[in-house]
């Protein structure tokens, strides 16, 4: 039904007419919409309604998302649209910053319902994923600023034989892997998912492993797999729309 019986549309002739532009105006191939989870009775009918274009229903995907619950700690935010008592992304912007909202609301599957815990993203230790990720960044940052104040030698990778550093080393290489699973999916959180696990191998190396010894080459080495590690964070963290601070 478009049409109601006072000749007014109804909200699923706007849905129509926004694919008709989309699709048969402006020649999409392929349309992806976001929708509430409530509304997933109706992706059936939008598919047969792209059908009735001339096209393949498989042309429109259509990703459902669960509700947002706000907490701050063990206190959960009370909203309602009804009595008017809303918490507005710009707000949260305002309170946590954008790299926390971005990494935060990417953590989870779309099917999944999320807590977000306002109090931890703001908090700047390792129980908060996002500065956690970030940290990491920084601390390779401030090892190569350390390093331009010393003579080192040549990389020589057959050097990297602790376990530690074979294990970065198989993270880091499984990013190509990681960005094709997220377009083929369409799941972005395995991105956030990908940059805690390269953060955590990186600490466990650092830790191990000194990264500027007293051996020029092994130095050199473990720089060059430093300097690797915070190309791939700042990529994977520049996907998600999240910040590779410097210092911290």
Known sequence: MLVRSDGSTTYFAS?????????????????????????QGH???????????????????????????LRRGSEVVRASKRSGDVVSLRE???????????YNFLSRSAESQMDFDIELAKTQSADNPVYYVQY??????SIIR??????IGAVNLSLLTDGSEVELLRVLSRLPEVI?????????????????QLATSFHAFYKQ????????DLSATRLALAR?????????????????????
């Open 15 to 39: 849905d129509v007419a926004y694919h008709y532009d989309k699709f048969v105006i402006r020649g999409f191939d392929h349309v992806i919409d976001i929708w509430g989870a409530d509304h």
């Open 43 to 69: 992706i059936p009918r939008m598919k047969a309604v792209v059908k009735t274009f001339g096209l393949d229903p498989e042309q429109l995907t259509v990703l459902t998302c669960q509700l947002v619950t």
């Open 92 to 102: 949260l912007i305002d309170e946590v910053g954008s790299d926390a909202c971005r």
């Open 136 to 141: 990491a960044h920084a601390r390779i940052a």
């Open 146 to 151: 350390n390093a331009a104040q010393r003579d």
């Open 180 to 196: 094709d699973e997220v377009a083929r999916t369409f799941e972005p959180h395995h991105l956030p998912y990908y940059a805690q």
């Open 209 to 216: 492993c000194r990264v500027l010894t007293d051996d020029p």
């Open 228 to 248: 690797a590690t915070k190309s791939v964070l700042s990529r994977t963290l520049a996907l998600m729309g999240v910040g590779s601070p410097e210092q911290m």
